[in-house]
């Protein structure tokens, strides 16, 4: 079970286990593009110096300039190129000219933006859920501590030293949180950020968060709101994207799965541990939720 003190956000970023997979400093001059699709990749990228443009797919293009960063929680596909793209000639061969550097444009082109950018995954098993609560994309400008961050992770990366591990894990949490709680939470899609932002919405959060194992229920979560129980349920509903008890049961099965996961505890426990008074209820529930039943689901995790 998550700490009884961590808040909705602290703990949805906790959980899904963020690691880095690539992080190299993009250097690139004259007219340039990289395209790639299907990636299903967590995405980062802070750019350091110039400027480039950023299409990432079933969204408007962005112009990034030097103190930009932008998050992707969920990125299926992109392309980047120079702020005058080229004619589309399809996605383009970046040169390794060094450990954790690579080179686009023109060999003999002067350098004219700097960008490091950085693919993460999430090892949650419930991973799919937990991103679907994040906005698709954050873009800030002018944010001194997340381009701090960024070439701290990307010095961690390449240098292989003893706890690398951990202080990525650790590194990419505050990133993430970071990044996450720094936009304008309020003009946000409807999801946790934009819940957060809404000091109501936020305290009624705060207590799902707080003890999954408690009893939960809507007249519960719109006292702690200081709202009438219709009310609260509508403006939850159209902040959240989802009904209260379908967030609650949702974020009882994310726990769920990662217990299950990591498959130290019987079902009897992890049904106290997420609000069911036994296992049988438990695994009722989990299997209208995942379409198979919770033994099925830790064998699949083993395999």
Same mark, same amino acid.
């Given at each position: &079970? ?24 993009? *250097? ?6 990289? *395209? %790639? ?5 967590? #995405? ?15 969204? !408007? ?13 969920? +990125? ?32 003999? !082109?002067?350098?004219?933006? @700097? ?45 292989? @030293? ?7 894990? %650790?590194? +990419? ?53 200081? &709202? ?42 992890? !049904?106290? @541990?997420?609000?069911?008074?036994? !296992? ?5 529930? #989990? ?9 099925? #689901?830790?064998? %699949?995790?083993?395999?």
């Amino acid at each position: &079970m998550l700490d009884s003190e961590a808040d909705p956000l602290s703990s949805v970023v906790t959980l899904l286990k963020p690691s880095v997979s690539i992080s190299k400093m993009v *250097e690139a001059g004259g007219q340039w593009q990289v *395209e %790639r699709h299907e990636m299903a990749s967590p #995405f980062y990228c802070a750019i350091v110096e110039g400027c480039c443009r950023i299409e990432v797919v079933g969204r !408007a293009p962005v112009m990034l300039t030097a103190g930009d960063f932008i998050l992707i929680p969920d +990125l299926q596909g992109f392309r980047m190129t120079s702020a005058l793209a080229p004619q589309p000639k399809g996605p383009g061969r970046p040169l390794e000219i060094g450990p954790g550097r690579v080179r686009l444009g023109p060999a003999d !082109a002067p350098v004219e933006m @700097r960008a490091l950018v950085g693919h993460c995954r999430f090892s949650a098993p419930a991973s799919d859920l937990l991103v679907s609560l994040l906005p698709e994309m954050i873009h800030i400008s002018g944010h001194g501590r997340l381009m701090a961050l960024v070439p701290v992770i990307h010095e961690e990366t390449s240098a292989g @030293r003893p706890g690398r591990g951990l202080i990525l894990e %650790r590194l +990419l949490e505050v990133l993430l949180i970071d990044a996450l709680r720094s936009g304008p939470g309020i003009e946000m899609p409807p999801g946790l950020i934009r819940g957060l932002a809404d000091p109501q919405l936020a305290a009624a959060l705060q207590r799902i968060h707080a003890d999954a194992s408690g009893g939960i229920s809507v007249a519960g979560l719109a006292k702690e709101a200081g &709202m009438s129980r219709s009310g609260f349920f509508e403006k939850f509903r159209k902040a959240i994207g989802r009904a209260p008890m379908e967030y609650v049961t949702d974020w009882r099965m994310a726990i769920a799965k990662t217990l299950l996961q990591q498959g130290r505890l019987t079902n009897t426990e992890i !049904a106290l @541990r997420v609000g069911y008074g036994s !296992a049988n209820a438990f695994g009722t529930a #989990f299997a209208r939720h995942e379409r198979l039943s919770p033994g099925a #689901f830790a064998n %699949r995790q083993k395999r």
